[in-house]
C-alpha cells in the first residue's frame, strides 16, 4: 500500500512499536491473543488483505485457537444462592382418586335398578394450588410477582445494541470466548449482542458506532478513529475497559 509504519499506526490507532513487533511475528506485546488478533484484523483492513485468513493462519502458528472457558469456571458468586424448587401438583394422584369415583358411582348405579338411586359422598380430586392474591394496590390481573421473577430471571442477561453512524469493524465474544459477531457493521445498520454475564467487544472505529445496554443509551465506546477494547457486564450493566 506504499504507507510508513507511522501512516500505518496514525490510520489504525495501534502503536509503531507494536506494529514493527507483529512485522518481526513478536505478539507478545499486543497483550494476549484476544488482543493480537483484534491488531491484525484493523491491519489487515488498512492494507487491504483478508482479516480472516490472517488471522487463521496466527492461530494455525501459535497453537490454534484456544478451548472454550466454561463461564462457571471464571464467575463464581461469593455466596451459593439456594432457589427453592417448586413442585408441580402430583397429577396422577389427582386422575387415580376422579377414576375411582367413576368407578364406584357405575357400581351403584348398577345395583340399585328401577329403585331409588343411592346416593355416593364424592371427594373431590386435588386440584393446584390457587395463585396468591396480588399485592396491595395492585390491580387486579397485574403481573406482581411474575413481573418481579422475571426481572431476576433475565439480570444475569447482558444485551447490547451496537448501530454504526459509519461503517466499522466490530468483533464481540462472551464470557466462554464463543464469538458473538465478527465483522464490517455498515452505515446505517444495527446488530444486538447478547451474553450471560459478561461480553468482550473490539471496535475498530470507536466513535463510529453508538452503544444501548439492557435499554440505556451509552454512547460511544470512543473516539472516531480509535480502536477501542471493551468489557461489558451484566452485574453492574457498566461499561469497563
Known sequence: MGLTVGQLSARTRIREVIIQAIERDDFS???GDFYARGHIRNLAKVVGLDPEALVHRYDEQHGGVPLPVRAASVFQADTPIKIRERRSPNWTTAMAVA???????GVVR???GDGDTP???????SVPPASPPAPAGSAPGSPGRTTSMSKS????VVVLKVKAQRSSWVEAEDASGRRLFAGV?????STVLRAKKRMRVIFADGGAVSLQMNGKNIGAPGRSGQVVNRSYAAATAKESR
Not at 346416593?119 to 380430586?125: E, G, I, L, S
Request: with cysteine; hydrophobic share 50%; proline share 3%.
Open 185 to 189: 457493521l455498515q452505515a446505517g445498520k
Open 119 to 125: 346416593t355416593a359422598d364424592v371427594v373431590p380430586a
Open 153 to 156: 430471571k433475565h439480570s444475569d
Open 99 to 105: 377414576l375411582v369415583i367413576v368407578v364406584v358411582f
Open 110 to 112: 348398577t345395583m340399585g
Open 29 to 31: 506485546a499486543c497483550g
